[in-house]
């Protein structure tokens, strides 16, 4: 625990006191890591998801995550509402329309034409693709061997233990704990940009409704709001503080779903999720294997490699977090569970908010991809500005970000603690405080160093030796699945 927190105040301290320094290294690392590698980040998400559909079609899909008379803690409702909030809620909000938006007057790859219906299904296919199967794939193999591993297993709740079919006793040493300090601060770095995106969004939304000027300052006072809120949370526990969040917050966000569906082209919509769905699939394979190869680095970079390694930079903090609420269940109804339903979900999301901005900026010039280009944060409130209510609408869009921001942060103050006390499902008070003071000060120091440049950045260089542990669990998960069933037979 020492190392992780020592690690962690270095580079709060170094963004406090030289962000530029900070920002200037981490923009070398991100360079470095994305033109020699990025080819694995995409390579890894594509096998993880082989991994995972083959698993849950075959015999072991009908094995336990526990003994084989555990039975689900959580009802299937409040089990997907805090895999939904507490994962990735806070996207639905920061990217929901700012994505579409963008690659509607920039197609990825150049694709198609700017400002085109058909770059608004190009735009819907690539979003889709960010937010739908290849992230919950790695969420969901984490999770699966995590879960393994803690329950049926018997092991501590700590990535190293994940790698003692490979790595035998050398994960009770320094090889293990060397590994746990990893996992620490991928999952710091990972939630932290996650937090810096909700304070930006927050703030935007209160210059919309109030005119609160839209500045640094003003987003720190926001993280320290929420990460008082988040870490008196998280010191409440999974069962009440995290899951009480996320019904809430799933319940809001189906009304304003429901409320922007109404009143929006419901017609284009239903016709551009068929045919974005459409063009998914059919370019599935192709889309996966994209590389930079004619010298576009920039999208990648600001993209698809960046979203591909903040999801893995939240696969420790999500594959115990999915552990946790996901005892009992069988692998097969845990693949589908949270690797099918999450992405349906923001795809229709995505339609109904990317979709309906789309169509505004097509049929009135209503200019969002223009200020999204600008400060995306302001994409979400200048779409729900166009209809009635807005006031309405936009408040609950504020008190949403609010709601997921918490949720998730808990989440993640959650397992920190957990990953720090050598797994121990019942953090002490004092642990729970401490990450939750640290995660909101490295958010406030990448903000300071750089702000949304800095976040991002930081995820991708965290997410880089993770990538590696990613794979070693998986192989070391296959091992454990083909022991047990040996045993079985």
């Not at 962000?19 to 998400?45: D, H």
């Not at 083959?54 to 003994?67: E, M, T």
């Not at 501590?156 to 003692?164: E, F």
């Not at 526990?237 to 319940?251: D, N, Q």
Request: net charge positive; charged share 10%.
């Amino acid at each position: 625990m020492l190392v992780s927190v020592a690690v962690t105040v270095v580079v709060v301290a170094w963004g406090g006191a030289a962000g530029g320094s900070l920002s200037s290294a981490s923009s070398g690392a991100l360079n470095w890591i994305t033109s020699s590698f990025g080819w694995l980040y995409l390579l890894s998400a594509l096998g993880i998801l082989v991994f995972l559909v083959g698993l849950a079609l075959s015999p072991y899909g009908r094995l336990r995550l526990g003994r084989d008379e555990d039975r689900p803690q959580f009802r299937t409702r409040s089990w997907i509402a805090m895999i939904l909030s507490a994962v990735m809620g806070i996207g639905l909000i920061s990217y929901g329309v700012a994505e579409p938006v963008s690659h509607l007057a920039a197609p990825p790859h150049g694709l198609a034409d700017p400002m085109t219906r058909d770059a608004a299904v190009t735009a819907m296919q690539f979003s889709f693709f960010d937010w739908g199967l290849h992230a919950w794939g790695i969420f969901a193999v984490m999770g699966l061997a995590m879960a393994w591993s803690t329950y049926r297993k018997g092991r501590p709740s700590l990535v190293s233990a994940l790698l003692r079919p490979i790595l035998g006793r050398r994960v009770d040493g320094w090889v293990g704990g060397g590994i746990d300090v990893f996992a620490v601060f991928a999952t710091l770095f990972g939630t932290t940009t996650s937090l810096g995106l909700g304070a930006l969004q927050i703030n935007a939304g209160l210059g919309s409704l109030f005119g609160v000027p839209v500045s640094t300052a003003v987003q720190v006072i926001v993280i320290a709001v929420v990460t008082l809120l988040f870490t008196v949370s998280a010191v409440s526990g999974v069962a009440k503080g995290i899951r009480y969040l996320s019904e809430t917050a799933m319940g809001l966000a189906g009304l304003l779903l429901v409320f922007i569906v109404v009143v929006g082209p419901s017609i284009y919509l239903a016709n551009l999720l068929v045919q974005s769905l459409g063009r998914y699939a059919s370019q599935f394979f192709a889309m996966s294997l994209i590389t930079p190869a004619d010298g576009d680095l920039a999208f990648m970079q600001w993209w698809t490699y960046f979203m591909l390694a903040w999801w893995l930079s939240w696969a420790a903090f999500v594959g115990v977090f999915l552990a946790r609420i996901s005892r009992g269940r069988t692998i097969r109804e845990f693949v589908l569970g949270v690797l099918v339903v999450p992405s349906v979900v923001f795809f229709v999301w995505f339609t109904a908010f990317g979709g309906t901005a789309m169509h505004l900026d097509l049929t009135r010039g209503a200019g969002i991809a223009a200020a999204a280009a600008q400060d995306a944060n302001s994409a979400f409130f200048l779409t729900l500005d166009q209809f009635p209510l807005a006031t309405v609408t936009s408040t609950l869009a504020i008190v949403l970000v609010v709601l997921f921001f918490v949720s998730g942060a808990d989440a993640n103050t959650y397992v920190l603690a957990m990953l720090t006390t050598r797994g121990s499902e019942r953090p002490p008070t004092w642990c729970l405080v401490l990450w939750g003071v640290l995660t909101g000060a490295a958010a406030v120091a990448l903000l300071l160093a750089g702000g949304l440049q800095a976040l991002q950045n930081m995820a991708i260089v965290s997410s880089a030796p993770f990538l590696l542990i990613v794979l070693a669990a998986t192989a070391a998960f296959w091992k454990d699945l083909r022991s047990e069933q040996l045993v079985r037979t």
